[in-house]
């Protein structure tokens, strides 16, 4: 790995083949791909860059190393009661999120902005669900007339998502479910007595909801040379490389080919655009630690910098030809932007299985497909649909009133196993509406002298009558697995929290609706492409990575492609 | 996504004892909790009879040591002093006083043992915060999460290293350690259960 000289400013050293503006999630697969295929590629990265199993430093530490045994000091969470609601954020793991005051943001309604600024960016963090989008997802919005038509379909992906699976390792069993096709999966990872309980259960009842164990990016077997150690510690970095991040994948595989120049601290201010060639020239940096401004050129750009900030990054970059943001033509450029609403939640206890247990700390759970409005299932009061994640584990403690309080009595009650305690939370998918925008301040800026994002995200009605199923569905679907005392709760949490955003920058057949064409590539601008959450026409209810990772791969063998044709 | 119901496991696990949760008053009301970067506000005289209170809590049973080897006296100068707000910090302290002025040290095993259960009663018998109630708070929480209790207590597996999807389990048998999967999380949702 090659970190540029910062003196060389001569014009030629500042060329590049490719640039790529992002490490995290989706740009390292951008790097993989143009480096793979021989192209010199300058990867850009606003934040630090943490090295595989070097830099995880906490990954290794048990709970009695931290002071406070892996809880957040309330002074932290007082100064950031943003990122503090996110469930990953914790002693262990603050070096991998973005302060609040690191880089604000303005909130027009509220929303909550979950970011990691370093090589690797939130791979290194993420919850590691790959559900595959259906085909129903991509023809979702020509359907309905929410939002516009995707320009490709399934199949045009299909062999993507098949591209990055078999390289980035993916476990999960073939179901053969509509609402989540089958990958090129290594073996799941193994139900316990109660999963196989919920599965048998819910499934007896219910004949078109299916438990199943969520296709997740943690290795069950040795994958080049990785494997899961079933540590659950994942947000850390792991040392044995068991789950997939950009830091240990693709990164990597992109710095093995001696064509990547990786470059962190480096807040990429607008892509410049040549008026007389029609396209797009390079990109301006700002060094974050020595304030430089930079400039590098490429014959081709890839932007991937997390949905949010690539549309920030596009709406910044004005000219005579695009006033209103590169490629920005149809004044779609941060509208439409969408999320996933996970605010239901049901649980309750689950008798029985008191002699049952498991030993090490699998990493996942499982996964109810969508149901909703597909096949037979139609809704009246609300479009689209949702899945749920479900989680079941011991209660550790078990408190009798007959024992004594204190002594070796509550010893012996602390060091026994409690109830199973069973739960869902409800994953729906959020309607791409034009309302729900993002746009650039005329007053604010940041250290950088870059404005800051306006944010103005809501839930729509659609949302909630959604709520209201999801929790009616939830408390049936527990209640025929045999759970009791359910509980339902609404956590009201405002969009963001989900960490889903997609949208803004979407693809579409009409350059008059849409900013990118099939390929992620720009209509106005054709050697810009756009391939992270942004080019999202719409937002299904799977976890979105796997989908922006194999966008990203296709986008960039199409533009390597289009590059050797000299069509950029 | 939420991997354990996190208020019944902590109620089950008595940290939610009296239904307070110490602390958290210093995230909510706003006021300032000190840095981190001092000693803390118990000497090593307190810290010592905190210990032994502990030890009385959880004791030194045929196969595991107690709180006293896990030192949970220094876990709670760590927490009073850093996550505590003036009024709780106030009211602990008052409490260490009234220790130290019973002589605690210098009473049997089973003095110990009796002295302690009548502060349950008496904590018990109120609804106002009680600096019990945070002793033994502190001392679940700082022995459930000390090296000494995962040793011996529960199985050890830092790196399991293998996933075992159904293993038998009687009352009385040991069983893996829940670092991750219960505490971490539990101790967040104690914190930050506003937010």
Redesign the interface.
């Known amino acids: 790995m090659n970190s540029t000289n910062l003196n060389i400013k001569a014009k030629k050293a500042n060329h590049f083949d490719a640039i790529v503006i992002g490490a995290g999630m989706s740009g390292s697969w951008a790097a993989k791909e143009f480096c793979e295929k021989g192209l010199k590629t300058l990867v850009l990265e606003r934040g630090r860059n943490i090295e595989h199993i070097k830099d995880y430093t906490t990954a290794?530490k048990?709970?009695?190393e931290f002071?406070?045994?892996?809880?957040?000091?309330?002074?932290i969470?007082?100064e950031n009661?943003i990122v503090?609601?996110c469930?990953a954020f914790?002693e262990?793991t603050t070096q991998h999120f973005v302060l609040d005051d690191e880089h604000p943001y303005i909130q027009k309604k509220p929303f909550d902005w979950i970011r990691g600024y370093q090589v690797g960016g939130k791979s290194l963090m993420w919850?590691r669900h790959v559900q595959r989008w259906a085909r129903f997802d991509f023809e979702a919005n020509s359907k309905d007339g929410h939002g516009v038509d995707w320009p490709i379909r399934y199949d045009d992906l299909a062999p993507w998502y098949s591209h990055v699976e078999r390289y980035a390792g993916i476990s999960g069993n073939k179901d053969g479910l509509e609402a989540v096709p089958d990958g090129e999966f290594l073996p799941p990872?193994?139900?316990?007595?109660v999963?196989k309980h919920l599965k048998k259960n819910v499934e007896s009842r219910f004949k078109d909801r299916h438990v199943i164990f969520a296709r997740v990016a943690n290795l069950s077997r040795p994958h080049n040379g990785r494997v899961c150690?079933?540590?659950?510690?994942c947000e850390r970095g792991c040392p044995y490389g068991g789950y997939f991040s950009a830091n240990s994948v693709t990164i990597p595989a992109a710095a093995a080919t001696g064509n990547m120049t990786l470059r962190p601290f480096s807040v990429v201010q607008e892509i410049m655009y040549d008026e007389n060639h029609g396209k797009a020239t390079g990109v301006r940096v700002i060094d974050t630690n020595t304030k430089e401004v930079i400039e590098y050129t490429a014959d081709v750009i890839m932007v991937n910098a997390g949905a949010i900030n690539s549309l920030l990054l596009m709406m910044n970059s004005k000219s005579e030809r695009f006033p209103n943001g590169i490629g920005n033509d149809s004044g779609s450029l941060g509208r439409y932007l969408t999320f996933h609403n996970y605010r239901i939640?049901v649980?309750g206890e689950l008798d029985g299985f008191?002699?049952?247990?498991?030993?090490?700390?699998?990493p996942t759970?499982l996964y109810i497909p969508r149901f909703r409005n597909i096949g037979n299932d139609i809704q009246k009061d609300f479009l689209r649909g949702y899945s749920f994640?479900m989680?079941s584990?011991r209660?550790?403690?078990?408190?009798d009133p007959n024992k004594?309080?204190?002594?070796?009595d509550?010893?012996e009650q602390?060091?026994?196993?409690?109830g199973w305690?069973v739960?869902m939370?409800g994953m729906g998918e959020v309607l791409p509406r034009f309302e729900n925008k993002v746009s650039l301040s005329e007053t604010e800026t940041d250290q950088w002298g870059i404005p800051l994002i306006e944010i103005d995200i809501s839930y729509s009605e659609n949302e909630e009558k959604m709520c209201e199923d999801i929790k009616v569905t939830g408390a049936e679907i527990l209640e025929a697995a045999g759970v009791k005392n359910i509980q339902v709760s609404d956590s009201n949490q405002a969009p963001g929290l989900d960490i889903h955003e997609m949208g803004g920058c979407q693809m579409g057949k009409d350059p008059k609706t849409s900013m990118l064409n099939g390929w992620n590539q720009m209509h106005a601008v054709k050697n810009v492409f756009v391939a992270d959450g942004s080019a999202m026409a719409s937002a299904a209810c799977q976890n979105p990575s796997i989908t922006f990772m194999a966008m990203t791969a296709r986008a960039s063998d199409y533009a390597f492609k289009q590059l050797k044709k000299g069509a950029l | 996504?939420?991997?354990?119901?996190r208020k019944?496991?902590l109620s089950?696990?008595?940290l939610f004892v009296g239904g307070v949760i110490f602390?958290?008053e210093?995230?909510l009301s706003?006021c300032?909790?000190r840095g981190?970067s001092t000693n803390g506000i118990l000497d090593n005289d307190q810290i010592s009879l905190l210990n032994d209170i502990a030890e009385?809590?959880?004791?030194t049973?045929s196969d595991?040591a107690?709180a006293k080897a896990a030192n949970v006296g220094d876990?709670m100068n760590?927490?009073v002093s850093?996550?505590y707000n003036e009024e709780e910090q106030k009211q602990f302290l008052e409490g260490v006083d009234l220790l130290e002025s019973k002589n605690f040290e210098q009473l049997s095993t089973q003095e110990k043992?009796d002295f302690?259960?009548d502060l349950?009663k008496e904590a018990g018998a109120t609804s106002d915060m009680h600096y019990y109630l945070m002793v033994?708070q502190l001392t679940?929480?700082?022995?459930?999460?000390?090296?000494v209790c995962?040793n011996e207590?529960?199985i050890n597996?830092?790196?399991?290293?293998?996933?075992?999807?159904?293993?038998?389990?009687?009352?009385?048998d040991?069983?893996?350690f829940?670092?991750?999967?219960?505490?971490?999380?539990n101790?967040?949702a104690?914190?930050?259960s506003n937010?």
């Open positions: 290794t048990e709970l009695w002071p406070y045994r892996n809880t957040i000091h309330p002074s969470a007082k009661p503090s609601k469930y914790r262990a919850a990872m193994e139900f316990t007595d999963e150690m079933y540590r659950s510690r939640r649980r008191e002699d049952k247990y498991f030993f090490g700390r699998k759970g994640g989680w584990n209660g550790v403690g078990k408190m004594q309080p204190i002594g070796s509550l010893k602390l060091s026994e196993l409690g305690g739960g939370t | 996504m939420d991997f354990i119901s019944e496991a089950r696990l008595g602390g958290a210093a995230f706003g300032s909790p981190t009385i809590i959880i004791p049973t595991s107690g876990f760590n927490i850093d996550f043992t302690v259960l349950e033994k679940i929480w700082g022995y459930l999460t000390s090296e995962a207590l529960f597996a830092p790196v399991p290293g293998y996933y075992d999807p159904s293993v038998d389990y009687k009352t009385g040991k069983f893996m829940p670092n991750t999967a219960i505490w971490e999380a101790n967040k104690r914190f930050h937010s």
